[in-house]
């Protein structure tokens, strides 16, 4: 059995950092988050113009310290940096309001708006788990949860599964049918046990029927 951990290098784990850091810098300066430090500097140097002039230089300073290297990128820190890039324009997106425009659409096929807008961050959490769990390990999340258990086939395959428990967590979370606060949590603690219930229970079954055509251990 191997050990899913071995899949991550140090150097990977640093690009993915590097990388994030240096994305969520170009976020904040774009969405102009960081006004207050363009206005500190310009009050520092008496100047507007020096003081975003100076801004900018101190950030591509930054940029460079982060993603530059004197050697080249090797496979693992390429996918790193990658997928890290991927998953902080995600979260960018979802969180500057960039999707709420999927919500009318969806209306239209009868998913009112709180529900919408529950799938909309269900669907981005879902992938920035891909996207993580990808760009570190090179695999998918379903595949280090299941890769120990090697009577498992194709363990992607519940990827589906996966999307549709955090979209029903995001749903619980978020409320979107207004129940009260007992059913708020019966609902949830239920959600949280769906992959027990269905994923751990058809695996182990599969297991139970794999040993039984090995050998005679359940005939006795």
């Not at 640093?14 to 206005?39: G, K, M, P």
């Not at 460079?64 to 990658?82: C, G, H, Q, W």
Request: no cysteine; aromatic share 18%.
């Amino acid at each position: 059995m191997g050990d899913p951990w071995k899949s991550i290098t140090p150097k990977g784990v640093q690009a993915f950092v590097n990388a994030s850091i240096a994305t969520i810098l170009v976020w904040l300066t774009v969405e102009s988050h960081l006004n207050i430090v363009v206005e500190n500097l310009s009050n520092i140097f008496s100047s507007k113009t020096f003081g975003l002039i100076s801004y900018y230089l101190i950030a591509v300073f930054i940029l460079y310290k982060l993603l530059y290297k004197r050697s080249s990128y090797d496979v693992n820190e390429k996918r790193a940096t990658k997928y890290a890039i991927i998953s902080i324009l995600l979260i960018w997106l979802a969180w500057e309001g960039y999707l709420s425009f999927l919500i009318a659409p969806l209306g239209i096929i009868g998913i009112f708006p709180a529900l919408a807008h529950s799938l909309i961050v269900g669907t981005i959490i879902f992938l920035v788990f891909i996207t993580v769990y990808y760009g570190l390990h090179g695999k998918y999340f379903t595949t280090l949860m299941l890769e120990h258990m090697p009577w498992v086939i194709a363990p992607d395959k519940f990827l589906p599964f996966f999307w549709i428990w955090i979209n029903a967590i995001m749903a619980g979370l978020l409320n979107v049918f207004d129940v009260n606060a007992f059913w708020y949590f019966v609902d949830l603690f239920f959600i949280f046990l769906l992959p027990s219930l269905f994923i751990g229970t058809k695996v182990q079954e599969k297991h139970g029927l794999r040993i039984k055509k090995q050998d005679d251990y359940f005939d006795d």
